[in-house]
């Protein structure tokens, strides 16, 4: 859909709301706000092939490769507000290296759709699993829900926490334990 479609269906929801989107300050909102949800939903257009892009590289590293405090920012399928955290995601190679921002590009490629914290997790994990063929994936989020915070309950200081374990991270203790560790560690 276009975003000047698109931007008929916020004018519509403005007037629902009981506003006058002709009023100055509503003046160009409804293609603004399209143009916004298009971008927060970019996710839906994307591949892993394309974002990969060949950024896989030999290296003969067994050891743990961590990205930590990768801004997240989605939007939660249910009320279409904000989740915001980060996200940390690590695995062990197993004959390949990928791109250090190939990293946060799959954690951002998935945040830019309508999402549950818990899937996204786990898509996040599988995709660094199938790119890389990792001998494990680590990922741990934490995020805070707007659908949370500002409606329902109003709960302003919780945060939701996540994490998928898989190969080595699952079946190893040690390797889930080091994992933990490092991400709890500041700077």
Do not use: W
């Not at 931007?7 to 002709?22: N, S, T």
């Not at 916004?36 to 939903?41: E, F, G, R, V």
């Not at 199938?130 to 989020?141: F, L, N």
Request: charged share 25%; with cysteine.
């Amino acid at each position: 859909m276009s975003a000047d479609e698109l931007a008929e269906h916020y004018r519509l929801m403005l007037e629902g709301l009981g506003e006058d989107p002709g009023r100055e300050g509503l003046q160009g909102t409804p293609l603004r706000a399209a143009k916004a949800m298009q971008y927060l939903t970019s996710g839906y257009h994307q591949s892993l092939e394309e974002l990969v892009n060949g950024a896989l590289f030999a290296s003969d590293s067994d050891e743990m490769v961590l990205v930590k405090d990768i801004e997240l920012y989605s939007l939660c399928e249910h009320h279409l507000l904000p989740i915001i955290g980060k996200c940390h995601v690590a695995y062990i190679p197993d004959g390949k290296v990928i791109g250090l921002s190939k990293i946060a590009r799959i954690v951002d490629m998935f945040a830019r759709r309508l999402q549950i914290q818990e899937s996204l997790t786990r898509q996040i994990a599988q995709a660094v699993m199938d790119v890389t063929g990792a001998r494990g994936v680590g990922v741990v989020a934490e995020a805070r829900h707007m659908c949370m915070m500002m409606r329902g309950v109003e709960k302003q200081n919780s945060a939701m926490l996540t994490s998928v374990m898989l190969g080595n991270f699952r079946d190893d203790a040690r390797t889930r334990s080091e994992f933990l560790e490092l991400i709890r560690r500041s700077h």
